[in-house]
């Protein structure tokens, strides 16, 4: 099997853990709620930013990213 294949299957399954630990870990875990996110109601229409959660997302996957490379 060639490298692209690998790459995409290990990136999907990546990507179901990841969204299975959002999904059952969001109970426990605050993501996406944190202080810092910008959330905006007015009538009609809701903004909502996740400014804390994208820099400590950022942040841990940098981390990892640096372990796995040594």
Known sequence: MS??????????LVL???GLLWHFGGRFLPIG???????IKR??????????TSIIVSV????L???FRR
Do not use: A, Q
Request: aromatic share 8%; charged share 15%; hydrophobic share 60%.
């Open 65 to 67: 990213l640096l372990l």
């Open 16 to 18: 179901i853990v990841v």
């Open 33 to 39: 709620r944190l202080p810092g996110d910008i959330v």
């Open 43 to 52: 009538e009609n229409m809701t903004f909502y930013f996740p400014l804390m």
């Open 3 to 12: 490298d692209i294949p690998k790459l995409l299957i290990i990136g999907g």
């Open 60 to 63: 841990v996957l940098s981390l």
